[in-house]
């Protein structure tokens, strides 16, 4: 089944030009031109990515955005805007949007951070959804993992695409270079500390002992290790 994207702009020769250019990439692609509308476009159409425009008629981008998180709806998203304000991407970043780009801006360069966003947020169609280790349960699908002690936790986007990088190299050390590289956007603000905080949640939710880990390990000075 193609891949289905949804464009929430309201400048309508943008829109368009965006959907050729997405369905010549073989996308299936619906759009919404105002953002009282963006609700009820997204439960029907069930994209499995969102372009959204900030500045938006009746609801802006970012009420909308709030909006999906409210309803557990873990659609990727990436921002669109023509104000390019720092404290506009900061706010979306903040929520979690998995990327932002900033009118005008080069088709090829938006196309690269789709397949990017996709490939960060779904497994491959031939991986299995749901990982199993002797601690917990991971379910790449939902967002959600089951703990040690059998709880359903939901957790967000980049923890769970950190999880599949981190069990997609079972007994193998991660660099923090390489988690970065694939976890952030060039120009977006990250840093160790994050990963740090990240892995001490891992530990939480599944180690025995999360001062002795077993399973999500820190190798000093160069990156991180899942075992089994």
């Known amino acids: 089944m193609p891949i289905k994207v949804l464009i929430i702009e309201d400048e309508l020769a943008l829109q368009q030009t965006l959907k050729l250019n997405l369905e010549l990439e073989n996308y299936k692609v619906d759009t919404c031109s105002s953002g009282?509308?963006?609700?009820?476009?997204?439960?029907?159409?069930?994209?499995?990515l969102i372009l959204l425009d900030i500045m938006?008629?009746?609801?802006?981008g970012i009420e909308i955005y709030k909006q999906l998180k409210d309803l557990k709806i873990n659609t990727p998203v990436i921002f669109l805007t023509a104000k390019n304000n720092v404290q506009d991407k900061?706010?979306?970043?903040?929520l979690g949007a998995d990327d932002y780009i900033t009118k005008p801006f080069d088709l090829e360069e938006l196309l690269l951070r789709i397949q990017n966003v996709l490939k960060h947020n779904y497994p491959k169609k031939n991986e299995t959804s749901i990982f199993k280790f002797e601690n917990g349960e991971i379910n790449f699908s939902t967002f959600q993992v089951i703990t040690k002690e059998g709880k359903i936790e939901d957790i967000?986007?980049?923890?769970?695409?950190?999880?599949?990088?981190?069990?997609?190299?079972i007994n193998n050390v991660v660099s923090r270079d390489e988690i970065l590289d694939k976890l952030w956007a060039k120009?977006?603000?990250s840093s160790s500390r994050t990963i740090d905080n990240y892995i001490l949640n891992f530990r939480k939710l599944f180690e025995k002992n999360p001062k002795e880990p077993v399973h999500f390990l820190s190798i000093r000075g160069v990156g991180y290790k899942f075992c089994v």
């Open 56 to 60: 938006l008629p009746v609801i802006g």
């Open 90 to 94: 900061i706010e979306g970043l903040k």
């Open 156 to 169: 967000s986007k980049r923890e769970m695409a950190l999880l599949k990088l981190l069990t997609d190299n």
């Open 187 to 189: 120009d977006e603000v």
């Open 36 to 48: 009282g509308d963006a609700i009820s476009v997204i439960k029907n159409f069930s994209p499995d």
